[in-house]
């Protein structure tokens, strides 16, 4: 082979580059694979929580134990915390989460120091690297592609039959071929940093007395939420003893995209929710980390083509909301991958380009409309928001965790909602997040927002066993409950009774 000519160049040597560079040299190890990282080091990029999926990906397609045991902190998966005008911490926020410890492994991720990890593997499997090195052009032809790159000074000339994109927002290949489209039915912004000194919850709870009872498993260990009308935030430990923090908005409720100055905005809205504000006592946030993002969610129209495909961010982001993020780069590196390997053995792989394409559209068209849309609107009410990741969850679990661990035994590539038969779920999930939505707003209009705020627990757990169908029934019960409560407030309203707004209803609408 010329010494310009590669198998596959894969741009990006992050998480979704460097675990496609790993399968195909584990795989197909006759593949000559190179990989261009732009940076000298990786920074610590938002993405720092797997699920259940993008870890079964990391461990058992992966075998990156080693390296998460070590390096990395255990996830005890999700957990809620609401506030009103009688919340004035943790210890009478309603919360939502797991009780006990969850048995399917997650992680809470130092995400320079994995990316580095897998960059560092991927080379070590025979991956060549070009670092730091930048992507200027590129021509594609079938099967068939030439990259010029700059290395230093140096601009050089390469040839690959595969060109994979794993370049993240900055979608090198994408933009170029004129397949990104920006999401604008969801408009969602996110400003985040790493804090140091931030309270440990479980110490919290441990000197408030009765909260520490009502819970087995680490708090702080789970992707802790504080939730509100129009935002979420997310507080996620870091390995090194930093604290993640940001705040995931939607502009049409929230304006912090509007600040003149945005760390003392971004801190002055953390202080302002009570139980968040008792973690950050004494806290420091380390502002030269200060990251926003105006808007979150795009995709791409096509994933892959004759000879190129877009992996991870660089084909689509969504929204942080559940950490689908590495879900989705783990599924299209391992589906890429197999895809590259059938080429390599010489097999037809026109049928399985097509199903590639149409299975991970479908997936971000359903997921987009039956998990996220409006949203937002729900989110400062505690029995919805909870009874919704409750459901999801449950649907998780049953139709794709589950037959992974317990069936197949191995990770699988299809994307969550991807399959046809998936039309089921979809349309179920669809109908009771638009319910949701339709309930919270019939409780502002009554001046009733978050009064289920506060004094209230729900438990959920994480296995493999019964518990997903459990908290199915969870879900519903917590569902039908709002559905009862909402036919009062329709016959208030019906019957002309003028709603008197609430104290908790201010206390919301104040820090919206």
């Known amino acids: ?49 797997t699920t259940e999926m993008s870890a079964m990906f990391l461990t058992r397609r992966l075998a990156m134990w080693h390296h998460l045991e070590a390096e990395q902190l255990p996830k005890e998966g999700l957990r809620y915390w609401f506030t009103n005008n009688k919340v004035t911490g943790h210890a009478n926020a309603t919360e939502g989460g797991g009780f006990i410890r969850s048995a399917v492994p997650a992680f809470q991720l130092r995400r320079d120091a994995l990316d580095e990890y897998l960059l560092k593997t991927a080379v ?40 994979l994109d794993a370049t993240g927002r900055v979608n090198f290949l994408g933009r170029r071929l004129n397949l990104i489209e920006r999401n604008d039915e969801h408009p969602v912004a996110a400003i985040w940093c790493r804090w140091n000194g931030v309270r440990h919850i479980d110490d919290i709870a441990a000197r408030s007395g009765d909260l520490a009872a009502r819970n087995v498993s680490s708090r ?48 002055a809205f953390l202080n302002a929710i009570p139980a968040l504000a008792e973690l950050l006592d004494g806290a420091s946030p380390r ?86 849309k409006d949203k937002y609107y729900y989110m400062g009410e505690a029995d ?13 679990y049953i139709f794709v965790v589950i037959p992974a661990y317990r069936f197949a035994k191995k990770f699988l590539w299809m994307p969550v909602l991807g399959p046809k038969p998936a039309f089921f779920s979809y349309h179920f999930i669809k109908f009771y997040h638009r319910r949701f939505k339709a309930i919270a707003l019939a409780r502002r209009a009554a001046g009733e927002a978050g009064a289920r705020n506060d004094g209230r627990r729900i438990k959920a757990y994480f296995n493999l066993n019964f518990s997903p169908m459990h908290m199915f029934l969870r879900g519903l019960k917590l569902w039908m409950l709002a559905e009862a409560d909402n036919v009062r407030l329709q016959l208030r309203r019906l019957f002309g009774r003028r709603p008197a707004t609430t104290p908790a209803a201010e206390g919301v609408e104040a820090r919206g």
Request: include cysteine.
């Open 220 to 267: 702080r260990l789970a992707t802790n939420h504080y939730a509100g009308f129009g935002y979420w935030i997310w507080v996620i430990p870091l390995g090194n003893g930093e604290t993640s923090i940001g705040v995931v908005f939607d502009k049409r409720l929230i304006d912090l995209h509007h600040s003149k100055d945005r760390a003392a905005d971004f801190i």
């Open 287 to 372: 502002l030269d980390d200060l990251r926003f993002y105006s808007h979150l969610p795009y995709v791409s129209k096509q994933y892959m083509g004759n000879g190129w495909a877009l992996l991870g961010d660089a084909a689509a982001f969504l929204d942080p909301y559940y950490s689908p993020g590495l879900d989705h780069a783990s599924f299209t590196a391992e589906a890429t991958a197999e895809i590259v390997g059938m080429d390599a053995k010489g097999e037809d792989i026109a049928t399985r380009i097509v199903e590639h394409n149409e299975a991970f559209a479908r997936s971000y068209v359903r997921f987009f409309r039956s998990i996220y």
């Open 1 to 49: 082979m010329q010494p310009d000519r590669y198998d596959v160049i894969i741009l990006g040597g992050a998480f979704s580059g460097a675990s496609t560079a790993i399968l195909l040299r584990r795989d197909h190890p006759q593949l000559r694979v190179l990989i261009v990282e732009k940076s000298e080091a990786f920074d610590a990029k938002v993405g720092e929580a």
């Open 384 to 396: 919805l928001l909870t009874a919704a990741m409750i459901l999801d969850t449950a649907h998780y």
């Open 124 to 163: 070590d499997e025979g991956a060549e690297l070009l670092r730091p090195a930048k992507a200027r052009d590129v021509e594609l032809n079938d099967f068939d592609n030439k990259l010029t790159i700059e290395v230093g000074d140096e601009v050089r000339e390469l040839h690959c039959r595969w060109l």
